[in-house]
């Protein structure tokens, strides 16, 4: 029902940072809880960050806390990733997606997602 598209991905120097965007469109944005999810090789997708609908609630991995920031625009349909410090270990391929309803941080209950955007930080 919802679309999604990821961009604002790149590649910067180890400490550097980027702003991810997620732009939805169709649906009710405001009627889904909109996570952000890492897929490196080698390694298992990772939940990075989750948001409810209102924004009063959110998540942060252990392995980003007081780095990342996510956020969202409900009038503008769209859900943000401030990611600072960038490290090496947080080189991936970064999905947006959408899971209708409550609050969730488990990556396969979410139900609609974006193509990715990759994410490269090097040393």
């Known amino acids: 029902q919802v679309q999604l598209v990821e961009s604002g991905g790149g590649s910067v120097q180890a400490g550097g940072s980027l702003r991810l965007s997620c ?5 009710t944005f405001s009627s889904y809880t909109m996570g952000w999810f890492r897929q490196a ?27 990342f920031t996510i956020s969202r625009d409900n009038a503008k349909n769209t859900m943000y990733l401030q990611m600072n410090s960038l490290k090496p ?35």
């Open 23 to 27: 732009a939805a469109s169709g649906g």
């Open 41 to 67: 090789p080698g390694k298992e997708r990772l939940t990075v960050a989750a948001i409810s609908r209102s924004g009063g609630i959110t998540y942060y991995a252990d392995s980003v806390k007081g780095r």
């Open 89 to 123: 270990e947080d080189t991936a391929i970064y999905y947006c997606a959408a899971r209708e309803g409550p609050w969730a941080t488990d990556w396969a209950t979410y139900d609609y997602w974006g193509q990715g955007t990759q994410v490269t930080a090097s040393s």
